[in-house]
């Protein structure tokens, strides 16, 4: 047994310990980052979207990228669509939620 399987990332969305690295923005100003698992280092394309004249606008969606290499921002929403599993974070069940709907970019 390595700490790799005992990681929920897959199955729960990925877990507090990760490492962030900024790709940029979207033509919409969502931030795209690739995310690094620290307990058993898979990486994940994470997408955050907030406008802020809209209250409560804010989403934030990640997807496991695998072995794919990170994407430029303009990419990144179509690459999102194609990701499995993918996840959207729920703000009133405070934790991730499995995304099988539309990723959606800006509003
Ligand atoms: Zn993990």
Not at 1 to 14: A, F, I, R, V, Y
Not at 77 to 91: C, H, N, Q
Request: hydrophobic fraction near 30%.
């Amino acid at each position: 047994m390595t700490g790799e399987s005992n990681c929920k990332c897959l199955t729960d969305g990925p877990q507090r310990d990760w490492s962030t690295e900024d790709l940029g923005e979207t033509k919409s100003y969502g931030e795209v980052c690739l995310r690094t698992c620290s307990i058993c280092g898979s990486r994940w394309l994470s997408y955050f979207y907030e406008h802020e004249a809209f209250t409560a606008s804010d989403r934030s969606y990640i997807g496991y990228l695998g072995s794919l290499s990170a994407p430029n921002p303009d990419d990144a929403i179509a690459l999102m669509r194609m990701l499995e599993p993918r996840f959207i974070w729920d703000k009133k069940k405070v934790r991730w939620v499995k995304n099988s709907g539309a990723v959606i970019d800006g509003l």
